[in-house]
T-cell receptor, first 115, second 112 residues
Framework: DGGITQSPKYLFRKEGQNVTLSCEQNLNHDAMYWYRQDPGQGLRLIYYSQIVNDFQKGDIAEGYSVSREKKESFPLTVTSAQKNPTAFYLC??????????????FGSGTRLTVV | SQQGEEDPQALSIQEGENATMNCSYKTSINNLQWYRQNSGRGLVHLIL?????REKHSGRLRVTLDTSKKSSSLLITASRAADTASYFCATGRSGNTGKLIFGQGTTLQVKP
């Protein structure tokens, strides 16, 4: 079955450490997105990529980095520059930009905690 | 800045009742989407309605869009305990980017 796989489900980061969240899709979608969700809040856009080898900053990109070397993969690195990284991170993909044809497909999320 | 604002923030009903959630937005849009999120999980796409459409149905879900009032509503009929979740509207802006912006969600509890 096609879908998006995020790993790990839970991640613990020490102060000053970089961590990478994995996102893989087998839906043949061109567009992929990373969102951050804080408790009781909506989703805020970190980075997005409309096509392989290209990506753009979203609304809260500071302290994060991404790559899009393969169509299927869009990993997110949370760097030590991100001062408040504890949150739920969601990866999504869509066949058309911004889900205009049929919406987004989301992964099941990664919960990142700073220890 | 937030585009979609859901109302109410929280809703509690009995199984079998209907649930209505509203979404208001500020700028012109080309589409509006509704998503469901079960606790601790990813979001699931429910319905997309384009700016030239007024109403769409999908099973027990009915979505309306009033572009003159910049608002949308999601109606869930004959609710079930399994409908307990958070519901988010997301608006796609008109213009070059079409960026999708999510509201803060309505938390629905359906009591058995």
């Amino acid at each position: 079955d096609g879908g998006i796989t995020q790993s790990p489900k839970y991640l613990f980061r020490k102060e000053g450490q970089n961590v990478t969240l994995s996102c893989e899709q087998n839906l043949n979608h061109d567009a992929m997105y990373w969102y951050r969700q804080d408790p009781g809040q909506g989703l805020r856009l970190i980075y997005y990529s409309q096509i392989v080898n290209d990506f753009q900053k979203g609304d809260i990109a500071e302290g994060y980095s991404v790559s899009r070397e393969k169509k299927e993969s869009f990993p997110l690195t949370v760097t030590s520059a991100q001062k408040n990284p504890t949150a739920f991170y969601l990866c999504a993909s869509s066949i058309a930009a911004w889900g205009l044809e049929s919406g987004y497909t989301f992964g099941s999320g990664t919960r990142l905690t700073v220890v | 800045s937030q585009q979609g604002e859901e109302d109410p923030q929280a809703l509690s009903i009995q199984e079998g009742e209907n649930a209505t959630m509203n979404c208001s937005y500020k700028t012109s849009i080309n589409n509006l989407q509704w998503y469901r999120q079960n606790s601790g999980r990813g979001l699931v796409h429910l319905i997309l309605i384009r700016s030239n459409e007024r109403e769409k149905h999908s099973g027990r879900l009915r979505v309306t869009l009033d572009t003159s009032k910049k608002s949308s509503s999601l109606l869930i009929t004959a609710s079930r305990a399994a409908d307990t979740a958070s519901y988010f509207c997301a608006t796609g802006r008109s213009g070059n980017t079409g960026k999708l912006i999510f509201g803060q969600g309505t938390t629905l509890q359906v009591k058995p």
